[in-house]
């Protein structure tokens, strides 16, 4: 039994150590736990939140890797599969002095492509409070797709709130098109969106962050508040009620790398609402989250537990 689900596929992730050089010349790397919704599972459980991962692994060192990733961060494991017939997937990634570093993946076939979505039978709903939804599980292969649907069917059944990030990559769908389209339909079944402005700028056509929420709240009924993420200037709120307001983002010191900020800013919103916050405070918490986030050279490594939480907010809100 957990307060928070979320179905992904998880990555070993090699991160370059050598500042500003490219992937073809790096030598040294250093090996971390990611993907985009376990990234959001550990900030979950890292403030104190039970957990359950869905996803399906090989039998390899990558899946035994992030299977002991997965308990050291106190994430269940019960509705995962490994199989000995695919592999788990793994990436690439640069170490750079600012900007996006550059990925690159090997994850084409892998076991979590392959998921068997009979699991999801399996999986207790009863303690439930959130689940988290993100768009690359539904890129990854047609299988995964139809199970992502299917999880959402049980997740509508079951009256669980639900958040849904976006997460475009579009090296993993067949055209934009099919990408634009697959993701907006998606997007319609979540209570919470979570649009980047550049995502936001892809999915609907303008930058404008009220455009971007009104889209969203037009899109689907059971869509509540949308929240678009604008990075360093923090997140712009808008509730099917009509009200809307920006909360700034935190200025941190030293930016080392941007990757994992948004699941964080996802976990510190859905934990916060766990725990009863409001919804600004739960967006404060996300802000928080993912300025923590950029600081630290893994996806999820600068995630904070509540103590560390609160001495970072004592000192960014004098
Ligand atoms: O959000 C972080 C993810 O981008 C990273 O961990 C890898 O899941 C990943 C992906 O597919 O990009």
């Given at each position: 039994?957990?307060?928070?689900?979320?179905?992904?596929?998880?990555?070993?992730?090699?991160?370059?150590?050598?500042?500003?050089?490219?992937?073809?010349?790096?030598?040294?790397?250093?090996?971390?736990?990611?993907?985009?919704?376990?990234?959001?599972?550990?900030?979950?459980?890292?403030?104190?939140?039970?957990t359950q991962y869905i996803t399906a692994l090989g039998k390899d060192p990558f899946g035994e890797f992030i299977i002991d990733q997965l308990n050291e961060n106190n994430i269940g494991t019960d509705y995962i599969t490994q199989t000995s017939?695919?592999?788990?997937?793994?990436?690439?990634?640069?170490?750079?002095?600012?900007?996006?570093?550059?990925?690159?993946?090997?994850?084409?076939?892998?076991?979590?492509?392959?998921?068997?979505?009979?699991?999801?039978?399996?999986?207790?709903?009863?303690e439930v409070k959130f689940a988290h939804l993100s768009g690359?599980?539904?890129?990854?292969?047609?299988?995964?797709?139809?199970?992502?649907?299917?999880?959402?069917?049980?997740?509508?059944?079951?009256?669980?709130?639900?958040?849904?990030?976006?997460?475009?990559?579009?090296?993993?769908?067949?055209?934009?098109?099919?990408?634009?389209?697959?993701?907006?339909?998606?997007?319609?079944h979540a209570e919470i969106v979570l649009p980047g402005i550049n995502e936001g700028e892809i999915l609907m056509g303008s930058r404008n962050p009220e455009a971007i929420a009104d889209f969203y709240l037009a899109n689907g009924d059971k869509t509540q508040v949308v929240i678009v993420k604008l990075g360093a200037d923090g997140a712009f709120v808008k509730e099917r009620s009509g009200e809307s307001y920006t909360v700034r983002g935190f200025t941190v010191d030293k930016v080392v790398d941007t990757v994992g900020a948004g699941d964080g800013f996802a976990a510190g919103l859905i934990s916060a609402l766990m725990e009863g916050k409001t919804l600004k405070e739960a967006v404060i918490r996300a802000n928080a989250t993912g300025a923590l986030a950029v600081q630290s050279p893994g996806d999820n490594d600068g995630y904070p537990t509540p103590e560390q939480l609160a001495v970072f907010l004592k000192e960014h809100q004098k």
């Open positions: 039994m957990s307060e928070f689900l979320t179905i992904g596929e998880p990555i070993a992730l090699f991160g370059s150590e050598e500042v500003d050089k490219s992937l073809k010349d790096a030598k040294f790397f250093q090996k971390f736990l990611a993907g985009a919704e376990v990234n959001v599972a550990v900030g979950v459980s890292r403030y104190g939140h039970s017939d695919y592999w788990t997937a793994f990436q690439l990634k640069e170490r750079v002095s600012e900007g996006d570093p550059n990925i690159y993946y090997f994850r084409k076939g892998s076991a979590a492509a392959h998921f068997d979505p009979a699991i999801l039978d399996k999986v207790d709903f009863s690359i599980f539904p890129a990854i292969s047609k299988q995964a797709l139809t199970s992502f649907r299917y999880f959402i069917r049980l997740l509508e059944k079951h009256d669980i709130r639900t958040t849904f990030d976006p997460n475009l990559r579009p090296q993993l769908w067949e055209s934009r098109e099919v990408m634009v389209e697959t993701i907006n339909e998606l997007a319609s």
